[in-house]
């Protein structure tokens, strides 16, 4: 079901239109078995209708597959709550023509990955379903590494090490991360990170300028991790 997000498909099993082997499972953590029949039965989701829009593209790399794309901060990845327009993949559609729209589904078609509005830095995306297919298998086994710089207050120390704390969804501010236990709905989050430079020194730094390797992809990770 290739046009089907992730997003909808969750909502469909948590809202008992899945059913395997004729019985309804609403668990999204129900493991399937070899010859398991699965039936989905739902109205189709209100269709989407994203417009491609005349945005000048940071382009770096691109080839028939797929291209790499520096996103600005202050610009969205994709549609959603809030915002309609001026997205990255409203200036993808306009970028790779009429036969994007279906790539991944129709909702963030050929987007595989994200990174935050406010944060500037490269974003592969897909121009086939093949290519969809491989990146998010890639995404997925974690064979792809993602690196960042952020500058934080303070320094972290050791100068060197990583941060391995769950996160799940703030239990007050609904629209914020933090660092949760497993138990209460946090999930597995790994950040590697190194200091590059600390202003004006290590012992004394007001700032300093780390280098992430994630591990995880999880939403807000470096922000919570290096709180």
């Known amino acids: 079901m290739p046009a089907l997000s992730r997003a909808r498909a969750q909502k469909l099993i948590t809202g008992g239109h899945v059913s395997v082997n004729g019985a309804v499972v609403t668990a999204q953590t129900h493991k399937v078995a070899a010859d398991d029949i699965l039936r989905v039965e739902a109205a189709p989701s209100k269709p989407w209708h994203l417009a491609p829009e005349d945005i000048p593209l940071d382009i770096v790399f691109e080839d028939e597959d797929l291209l790499v794309v520096n996103k600005p901060a202050g610009m969205v990845v994709h549609p959603g709550a809030g915002v309609k327009d001026g997205t990255l993949v409203n200036a993808l559609l306009a970028h790779c023509g009429p036969s994007f729209s279906g790539i991944g589904g129709v909702e963030r078609p050929g987007i595989v990955h994200r990174i935050d509005k406010d944060t500037s830095g490269l974003l592969v995306v897909a121009k086939t379903q093949e ?34 704390k769950p996160i799940g969804r703030h239990p007050q501010h609904r629209t914020l991360m933090s660092v949760r236990p497993l138990e209460r709905g946090g999930k597995h989050a790994v950040t590697h990170y190194h200091v590059e430079a600390a202003f004006p020194n290590a012992s004394e730094a007001a700032a300093s300028l780390v280098s992430c390797r994630l591990e995880t992809g999880r939403t807000h990770q470096i922000r919570v991790h290096m709180l």
């Open 131 to 164: 290519a969809y297919d491989g990146l998010v298998t890639q995404f997925a086994e974690h064979s792809i590494e993602r690196r960042y710089q952020a500058v934080v207050f303070g320094c972290p120390m050791p100068l060197v090490g990583s941060v391995d």
